[in-house]
């Protein structure tokens, strides 16, 4: 019998009796997720990786001060947006740069849909905003309240994105079973 893999709770007491061991499998678990978020917010691809390492070296340093009764991965991306809004200051203040926020997303022509024939593919397709939610609810089994700290965004508002993009998944997925036929 094989035994479990120990919750995040149970990594980070472990790291913060000194097992640093812990913290790389803590890193490890949501990694993905914390570049996700920096990819959602349409941070500069060149900064995403620096972003990432700020957000996790702080998160190890302030450890001690983690509320064990909050999810790890909500603490750890409310870390990652204070970072993330420390640089935007930044940069706005020495360069008053205006940081582009892109909001555009892919137009797909039924064909472009219909030749996608994997999951993945079609998880592919999906805008960065739609993906990200995906990956939080279904992948980090994440409830919409904890989505919607993370993103800080209306509950209601994220439930409603989220069942449009399945219908737009189930939609592209039964066009193909069709096609198939």
Not at 58 to 84: C, E, H, M
Request: with cysteine; aromatic share 10%; proline share 5%.
């Amino acid at each position: 019998m094989t035994n479990p893999s120990p919750s995040n709770a149970e990594l980070v007491n472990q790291t913060k009796q000194g097992e640093k061991k812990s913290f790389e499998q803590l890193i490890d678990r949501i990694l993905p997720v914390v570049f996700g978020f920096f990819y959602y917010l349409n941070a500069p691809e060149d900064i995403v990786e620096d972003l990432v390492w700020e957000t996790f070296t702080k998160a190890y340093q302030n450890l001690a001060s983690f509320d064990s009764d909050r999810p790890f991965l909500t603490w750890v991306v409310s870390i990652g947006r204070n970072v993330y809004n420390d640089h935007c200051r930044k940069v706005s203040r020495e360069k008053r740069l205006k940081i582009e926020v892109s909001k555009q997303k892919p137009i797909f022509t039924e064909e472009k849909i219909l030749d996608k024939m994997l999951v993945k593919d079609l998880l592919d397709s999906l805008p960065i905003e739609d993906k990200f939610l995906v990956e939080l609810r279904i992948f980090q089994d994440l409830p919409f309240s904890e989505i919607s700290k993370i993103v800080n965004e209306p509950e209601g508002n994220l439930r409603v994105q989220f069942h449009r993009t399945i219908a737009r998944l189930r939609l592209a997925s039964g066009k193909e079973n069709e096609n198939a036929k």
